[in-house]
């Protein structure tokens, strides 16, 4: 693999890492993006799955006192729901449909009214989330919007937030690599090179991130995360339909 695709990597990995390590999210939709511009669909989603599931796992870590860890476990009931449906299919999303879905998924978390969302940590709602949260991950790659939308309209804290997003977005990440490595077998080709340094710098990139999280607010951290995966998002969406247009 060429040496400034690997930079490209390092680099890509290190920042979507920081960006997921302060708000929980839309950093592993930025690195999706970059991704897909650069590998076959499946052979992305293998990378940015070692990627985020080593950024996830790395920030559950850091902040393993902040994990709700009942509702973790209600979410990964939903995970294993999700999990058994997907294995009687063998579905691979094109780039065109991951690029759009990538745009859809942080509009629909918005417009989607709140009495329609059952929050994490109300009856069903943490069960719900997982599996939701798993199909999209299994169609798009991404889901952290769609996540996001069913832990912002309840009190806790920003830290309890970010670690329990983190613990069940490790499993969800681990549930597409087992996917799409058990249905392509040896057509990934994931490169051990850039799988290796993903690793590393998903590592380094959550770590920098404690620092700005411990320092923002709850409320600046409702807000950004709002205007930045809007923003994102809006991005893909035509990326998206300016590929399916140029067909």
Aim: proline share 3%.
């Amino acid at each position: 693999m060429q040496i400034g695709f690997l930079v490209l990597i390092a680099f890509s990995v290190l920042g979507t890492s920081f960006l997921s390590g302060v708000f929980g999210m839309a950093g592993g939709m930025v690195l999706m993006g970059i991704l897909i511009a650069f590998l076959p669909v499946p052979a992305a989603m293998v990378l940015h799955g070692t990627a985020q599931m080593t950024s996830n796992g790395w920030r559950a870590i850091m902040w393993r006192r902040n994990v709700h860890f009942r509702i973790f476990a209600r979410y990964i009931a939903g995970l294993l729901v999700a999990a058994a449906m997907f294995s009687f299919m063998a579905f691979v999303p094109d780039k065109a449909f991951v690029l759009i879905a990538l745009g859809i998924i942080p509009f629909l978390a918005v417009l989607v009214p709140a009495k329609f969302v059952p929050q994490v940590n109300r009856r069903f709602g943490a069960e719900l989330c997982g599996f939701l949260n798993t199909v999209m991950q299994f169609i798009a790659g991404v889901s952290g919007p769609l996540l996001d939308v069913f832990f912002v309209r309840n009190q806790m804290d920003r830290r309890t937030i970010v670690a329990t997003k983190a613990a069940c977005q490790t499993f969800s990440h681990m549930a597409k690599l087992v996917y799409f490595t058990s249905i392509l077998g040896d057509e990934v080709q994931a490169d051990e090179w850039a799988m290796g340094i993903a690793v590393v710098m998903a590592i380094m990139g959550t770590s920098l991130s404690k620092l700005v999280l411990e320092r923002l607010t709850d409320h600046q951290f409702r807000r950004w995360t709002q205007w930045i995966v809007m923003t994102i998002g809006a991005v893909y969406l035509a990326q998206g339909f300016y590929v399916l247009w140029s067909r």
